[in-house]
């Protein structure tokens, strides 16, 4: 599940979904295009993490050439400690990119969700919707390894320790503000956070603690969902072991962090109940959660997208997969566009992003306000909730293909 810049595409041109014909996300184009091939059309990418590694490697098969800047150094970009939840739609996007037949990830085959305390339970299986997983489960340094490679191997530039500030609107004919002097016809902001007064600002006045652990039986693949009144608890199958994802309230935050194993243990078993014996844990970590979105991610040539247009909260998982329905989005647009930064251009991919960012960014905001309130005639409406979704073959379907492919996984 992905730490603060950040764990499930809607395509304007798009005739039908991944989930109503065979192929997935459409058949690959193939690699090409040059920067002098493509003349004006290239694309400054601010940010060379895995976000913008896909993009860059998204425009490059629709014929866009793009440079990457980053201000850290590469090497340091590989040495991400983070743990990612990929949907099955975000995987159909990275096979499409040609990285993920090398990797080794954790099938998440079921979703089980509860809330301690109260009736209720519903779970999500693979098996009921005809794929393989609902999802899967890797070190984030693994991803961006094969994204890496991917870069070099498709000649793609990548400037580290090119640092780019706030930029003013990229006309064509002007240089970025920075270290760098080329001129490009788009610059998209593609990792990072959004910055106080571009957007809506939420502090959830909690911390997310991360680590693995050990259990005395094994996962079967099954990743929990599990709600309490401090807040949600996540464990992600990864290898033989879970990753856990627990939310502290922000005052005690250093405490856990600072527990000895077998007290940590012990919380951990607390809070998520008898359904599996923690039995190791691993050093733990800890990021601050909270919402920031852009209401408009465009500019004047310019295109804000994953964690630069929006950082989630990590329950259900929604904040790299929506990354990457927006680079899907946004490669489209502009490898069909004789000028990638035409206001036309970025108004159609900003129309097209609309309703999966509102509706992930809505679901995730909704989850925690709805299970955080310990309040029994609420606690028995969710535990009704979560037995209707449950019990309901259609609901959880519709629910499931959402969290896989966005918006437009429409029954």
């Keep these: 599940m992905p730490a603060p810049t950040d764990k499930l595409a809607s395509v304007a041109s798009l005739t039908s979904h991944p989930l109503s014909r065979k192929g997935g996300w459409g058949d690959s184009p193939e690699i090409g295009g040059s920067a002098a091939d493509n003349g004006d059309r290239s694309v400054a990418i601010v940010g060379g993490g895995p976000a913008g590694m896909a993009l860059a490697l998204a425009l490059k098969l629709h014929g866009v050439t793009a440079e990457i800047l980053e201000a850290r150094e590469r090497a340091v970009v590989c040495r991400d400690a983070r743990v990612l939840a990929l949907s099955d739609g975000a995987r159909q996007i990275l096979d499409w990119l040609g990285v993920w037949s090398g990797l080794a990830a954790t099938p998440i085959e079921t979703i089980h969700i509860s809330q301690r305390g109260g009736f209720g339970r519903s779970r999500l299986r693979a098996a009921e919707l005809g794929v393989t997983a609902l999802g899967w489960v890797l070190p984030a340094s693994d991803l961006i390894a094969a994204l890496d490679a991917a870069v070099s191997a498709a000649g793609i ?27 490009f016809s788009l610059t998209a902001f593609a990792e990072g956070a959004v910055e106080a007064g571009a957007g809506t600002l939420r502090d959830y006045g909690q911390h997310a603690v991360l680590c693995n652990v050990s259990t005395a039986a094994p996962h079967q693949n099954v990743a929990w969902e599990r709600f309490t009144s401090e807040g949600p608890v996540a464990l992600l199958p990864l290898g033989e072991r879970y990753a856990v994802v627990l939310s502290c309230a922000d005052e005690t935050v250093a405490a856990v962090k600072s527990l000895d194993d077998a007290s940590f243990l012990a919380l951990l078993q607390k809070r998520f109940g008898t359904r599996h014996r923690f039995t190791a844990a691993g050093p ?29 909260h990590p329950v259900a998982g929604q904040g790299f997969n929506l990354a990457l329905r927006d680079i899907w989005e946004l490669a489209q647009q502009a490898g069909a566009a004789a000028d990638p930064g035409a206001p036309e251009v970025l108004a159609a991919y900003a129309r097209g992003r609309q309703a999966d960012r509102r509706g992930a960014i809505g679901f995730t905001d909704l989850l925690i306000d709805s299970f955080a309130p310990d309040f029994a005639p609420l606690k028995h409406a969710r535990g009704a909730g979560l037995l209707a979704l449950d019990l309901l073959p259609p609901l959880r379907a519709f629910v499931a293909k959402r969290m896989i492919y966005g918006a437009r996984a429409w029954p």
């Design 284 to 312: 733990r970590t800890a990021y601050p959660l909270g919402l920031r979105y852009r209401q408009n991610p465009i500019g004047e040539r310019q295109v804000w997208l994953g964690n630069a247009a929006q950082t989630l």
């Design 157 to 183: 530039v990548y400037r580290e320790n090119t640092r780019v500030g706030a930029a003013p609107p990229c006309v064509p004919g002007t240089p970025l503000r920075g270290q760098v002097t080329a001129q």
